[in-house]
C-alpha cells in the first residue's frame, strides 16, 4: 500500500506564483480541500513558518470541510510546551473524527527563520530539545498513569491529561537529513520524510535512518516518505516544455515566491541544513537523474525546501514513483507548481495509474525457489 500527501495552505502560492488576496482565504482552502479529497489523496500537509497562518488552526478550518481527508500537521518543538501540543492535536484528532491527523515534526532547518520566533539554539541542540520534546508529548498522549520528567530541556511533574487521541495512535513524521536527524527520527518516526534525491542517494538514506532507529532499539522500522515536485504534460516534449517554463519563472523570481520554498526561507550564503545542501549536491552532480528526476528546479530555488521536479507524461512519472516504491518508500508527498489544478490533475491522471500497479503487484502470485 503506498500512502498520497499533498500540500495545502490558505493561499495559492508557489515559487511560480506570488501570493496575493487576504493571508487568509477561506475560499481557497476549501478549494485546496476539495482538490485533493476529489483526488484521492489520503492526507495533506499543512506547512510551518514564523510568518504564516497557525497550522492548527488551518488543519481545523479544513477537517469541518472534508469528509475523510487527514491533516499532516507541521510542528516545530519549542515554541509550545509538550504538555500543551500533546493536548492541541489531540483536541484536533476529535474534532476531525478520529484517525485524521498526523503531527510533521520539523526541528528548524533554516537559523534565520528559527529566529524570527527567538530560537537561537543551533541545529544539535535543536534536535536534542526534540527528543525530550517527543518524550513527553508521546507520554502525554499514552501514559496509563500520571507521570514526571525531567532533564535539561523541560521538567514537569503529575502529567495526566483528560483528552487523549480519540484515534489509537497519532503518528509522528519526522524530517531531517543529518546524523543528528537521523538519530532523533530514528528513536521516534513512524514516518521518516526525505526530500527527493536520486535513487541511489534515497536507499543510502533509508539504510541510515533504519540504523539509527536499530541502535535505538525499535524492532519495527519507521516508514519512509519521500516528497517530488511532479510536472506532467500529454507528451513527454509538452512536459518539458513546462519544466523549463517553471524553471525560468523561478530564476526571474530570484529564487521564487512563497514561504517554505522561495526567498524567505532562504538565508545568505550556503544553507545550513543538510537537506538542503543535499539537493543542491544532486543538482551538481547534473540537471537530470534516473528515469525523470529533474534538480534544475532546486538549484533555481536555493533549495530551500522539497524542490526537486519529476517530469513527463503521467505514465512515466507514474514509474519514476514506483522506482521509489521498489526501494522501499511507503508515502510519496506530492505537489506542483502550479498547487491547485496540479493536484486536481494527480488526482486524475497520476495517482490511480500508481495505485493500479500496487494493487496487481499485491495479488501477482509467489513463485517459490
Not at 137 to 148: G, I, M, N, R
Not at 209 to 238: D, K, M, N, Y
Not at 344 to 351: F, P
Request: net charge negative.
Amino acid at each position: 500500500m503506498v500512502e498520497f500527501i499533498g500540500m495545502i495552505g490558505t493561499q495559492e502560492v508557489s515559487e511560480i506564483h506570488p501570493a496575493s488576496g487576504p493571508i487568509v482565504d477561506r475560499d481557497t482552502v476549501r478549494r485546496f480541500v476539495s482538490a485533493h479529497e476529489e483526488g484521492g489523496f489520503d492526507k495533506v500537509l499543512v506547512g510551518h513558518s514564523s510568518s504564516t497562518p497557525d497550522g492548527l488552526q488551518v488543519a481545523a478550518f479544513a477537517a469541518a470541510h472534508s469528509e475523510r481527508l487527514g491533516f499532516l500537521v507541521a510542528h516545530r518543538p519549542g515554541f509550545t510546551e509538550p504538555t500543551l501540543a500533546a493536548r492541541q492535536y489531540a483536541t484536533l484528532d476529535h474534532f476531525s473524527g478520529g484517525g485524521r491527523v498526523a503531527m510533521h515534526v520539523i526541528s528548524g532547518g533554516s537559523d534565520t527563520d528559527q529566529r524570527r520566533d527567538g530560537d537561537w539554539l543551533d541545529k544539535d541542540q535543536r534536535y536534542a530539545r526534540t527528543d525530550s520534546y517527543l518524550q513527553v508529548v508521546q507520554k502525554a498522549w499514552y501514559s496509563p498513569e500520571a507521570f514526571d520528567f525531567a532533564d535539561e530541556h523541560y521538567r514537569v511533574a503529575g502529567v495526566q491529561q483528560e483528552i487523549r487521541p480519540l484515534s489509537p495512535h497519532i503518528p509522528i513524521f519526522f524530517g531531517g537529513s543529518s546524523e543528528a536527524a537521523f538519530r532523533v527520527g530514528g528513536r521516534h518516526a513512524d514516518v521518516f520524510a526525505l526530500w527527493g534525491e536520486p535513487l541511489a542517494e534515497t536507499a543510502e538514506q533509508i539504510a541510515r535512518v533504519h540504523e539509527a532507529a536499530r541502535a535505538a532499539g525499535r524492532t519495527e522500522l519507521p516508514r519512509i516518505s519521500v516528497s517530488f515536485r511532479p510536472i506532467l504534460g500529454a507528451t513527454e516534449e509538452q512536459a518539458w516544455a513546462r519544466a523549463h517554463a517553471i524553471r525560468d519563472a523561478i530564476v526571474a523570481a530570484k529564487g521564487g515566491h512563497g514561504s517554505f520554498t522561495g526567498t524567505r526561507m532562504r538565508q545568505a550564503g550556503a544553507p545550513a541544513n543538510v537537506g538542503s545542501q543535499r539537493l543542491l549536491a544532486a543538482a551538481e552532480k547534473g540537471e537530470l537523474h534516473d528515469r525523470c528526476l529533474w534538480t534544475a528546479t532546486a538549484a533555481a530555488s536555493g533549495a530551500a525546501g522539497n524542490s526537486t521536479a519529476l517530469v513527463g507524461t503521467p505514465e512515466t512519472v507514474a514509474q519514476a514513483l514506483l522506482d521509489y516504491v521498489d526501494i522501499g518508500v511507503t508515502t510519496l508527498l506530492l505537489r506542483g507548481y502550479d498547487p491547485i489544478s496540479d493536484a486536481t490533475d494527480y488526482g486524475r491522471e497520476l495517482l490511480p495509474l500508481v495505485r493500479a500497479e500496487v494493487a496487481r503487484r499485491a495479488t501477482r502470485p509467489v513463485v517459490s525457489a
